[in-house]
Nanobody, 126 residues
Framework: QLQLVESGGGLVQPGGSLRLSCAAS????????VAWFRQAPGQGRKRISV????????YYEDFVKDRATISRDNAKNTVYLELNTMNAGDTAVYYC???????????????????WGQGTQVTVSS
């Protein structure tokens, strides 16, 4: 059974950067498309970015375009999310999630992601 663990969260100053990691165990992560989501206080979970099994295709939601980079190292069974020029609106719990192969649609719909990590808190504040 695939298990995901996020790390790298913490306190970031406005304008700063952060790199989150999503480490997988139990199965090879290269069998899965992986996405990052976040959930701010009082809000629903929102998708941020998606990366396909081999890192050839990526997708970013409009609200993070030009500020986020998703990448993966399948040899390390890990997916990363780097966020730059952070602001208070980026404060949230960040989750990674994995979706098994589903077909040609890109990016996959959120309901395809059936393996989730426990989340890591990111707080942007001076």
């Amino acid at each position: 059974q695939l298990q995901l663990v996020e790390s790298g969260g913490g306190l970031v100053q406005p304008g700063g950067s952060l790199r989150l990691s999503c480490a997988a165990s139990g199965e090879a992560l290269d069998a899965y498309t992986v996405a990052w989501f976040r959930q701010a206080p009082g809000q629903g979970r929102k998708r941020i970015s998606v990366i396909d099994r081999f890192g050839r295709s990526t997708y970013y939601e409009d609200f993070v375009k030009d500020r986020a980079t998703i990448s993966r190292d399948n040899a390390k069974n890990t997916v990363y999310l780097e966020l730059n020029t952070m602001n208070a609106g980026d404060t949230a719990v960040y989750y990674c999630a994995a979706a098994p192969p589903w077909g040609p649609t890109w990016p996959p719909s959120n309901d395809r992601f059936n393996h989730w990590g426990q989340g890591t808190q990111v707080t942007v504040s001076s």
